[in-house]
């Protein structure tokens, strides 16, 4: 692990040399994400100054809440996404054949086709809605809620990378599965950029137990921000970090099998 790390963080370097020979690009691209995500962050600004708070919760909460989701999935996007996402490419270009010739393993050599640079501005704007966020709170935020914090953005960040992995891994099965990648994760994950009391009963249990996005983002905003909720909603928060690991492990667990089931290109 110690030398895939140090190899990693050379590649990055590398990586923004190779870039900064075409700085306009990297700089467009940057300021595109940032422009599309602060406009959304506006749009719920726009939404919560007309009607104050949705069902208790005012921006600085729901800024929480979509600071945690998008904070998460851009970390796990500069790792994973654009290799994993583009692994049905790989399977019918053969060029995953080719990767499974190397001495190193299949997974680290997807992390090196390609940094998400282009992440970073997302990363750029959720950090500045949320320090606003924190900051707009009068209640003082404890060191217990700080630790709580950062472990739950660590386990967001499994739980993202966990799901690109999972989904990525149907490809072995499907061949294509961009669209469903985009119902189960993107769609259904971004209705928990909203909190989960606005659904339906058995809405709310899919985004807990069945595909667990709520686990990302809305059990931990109800610890972080000190929400009176029922005990088994605590008892959720909680678990939260913990979850992510888990759910990275299945992940993981699914893509081992798909791997294990390829033939090859033509086969």
């Given at each position: 692990?110690?030398?895939?790390?140090?190899?990693?963080?050379?590649?990055?370097?590398?990586?923004?040399?190779?870039?900064?020979?075409?700085?306009?690009?990297?700089?467009?691209?940057?300021?595109?994400?940032?422009?599309?995500?602060?406009?959304?962050?506006?749009?719920?600004?726009?939404?919560?100054?007309?009607?104050?708070?949705?069902?208790?919760?005012?921006?600085?909460?729901?800024?929480?809440?979509?600071?945690?989701?998008?904070?998460?999935?851009?970390?796990?996007?500069?790792?994973?996404?654009?290799?994993?996402?583009?692994?049905?490419?790989?399977?019918?270009?053969?060029?995953?054949?080719?990767?499974?010739?190397?001495?190193?393993?299949?997974?680290?050599?997807?992390?090196?086709?390609?940094?998400?640079?282009?992440?970073?501005?997302?990363?750029?704007?959720?950090?500045?809605?949320?320090?606003?966020?924190?900051?707009?709170?009068?209640?003082?935020?404890?060191?217990?809620?700080?630790?709580?914090?950062?472990?739950?953005?660590?386990?967001?960040?499994?739980?993202?990378?966990?799901?690109?992995?999972?989904?990525?891994?149907?490809?072995?099965?499907?061949?294509?599965?961009?669209?469903?990648?985009?119902?189960?994760?993107?769609?259904?994950?971004?209705?928990?950029?909203?909190?989960?009391?606005?659904?339906?009963?058995?809405?709310?249990?899919?985004?807990?137990?069945?595909?667990?996005?709520?686990?990302?983002?809305?059990y931990p905003t109800l610890i972080i921000t000190g929400k009176d909720v029922a005990?088994?909603?605590?008892?959720?928060?909680?678990?939260?970090?913990?979850?992510?690991?888990?759910?990275?492990?299945?992940a993981m667990g699914v893509f081992r099998l798909g791997l294990k089931r390829y033939?090859?290109?033509?086969?």
């Open positions: 692990m110690r030398d895939f790390l140090s190899t990693y963080f050379v590649y990055i370097k590398t990586f923004f040399k190779a870039r900064a020979e075409y700085k306009t690009s990297f700089v467009l691209g940057m300021l595109s994400n940032f422009y599309c995500y602060f406009i959304t962050y506006m749009s719920y600004w726009v939404l919560m100054n007309g009607v104050d708070t949705v069902e208790g919760w005012d921006f600085s909460d729901i800024s929480i809440l979509y600071g945690l989701s998008l904070l998460t999935y851009a970390i796990a996007g500069m790792l994973v996404w654009y290799s994993v996402y583009a692994l049905e490419d790989l399977i019918i270009s053969g060029q995953l054949d080719i990767m499974l010739l190397r001495p190193q393993g299949l997974m680290r050599q997807m992390i090196f086709q390609r940094f998400g640079d282009t992440f970073l501005g997302q990363i750029v704007v959720t950090v500045i809605f949320l320090c606003a966020a924190f900051a707009s709170r009068t209640k003082v935020i404890g060191w217990q809620t700080w630790i709580y914090f950062i472990l739950a953005v660590i386990g967001g960040v499994f739980m993202q990378t966990g799901s690109m992995i999972l989904f990525g891994a149907f490809s072995f099965w499907t061949m294509k599965s961009g669209a469903l990648v985009d119902i189960l994760f993107y769609d259904l994950r971004g209705m928990t950029n909203y909190p989960l009391s606005l659904y339906p009963r058995a809405f709310r249990i899919v985004l807990t137990f069945v595909l667990p996005w709520a686990f990302i983002n809305y005990v088994y909603e605590t008892v959720l928060g909680l678990a939260a970090p913990l979850a992510g690991v888990l759910w990275f492990l299945l033939t090859g290109a033509g086969g």
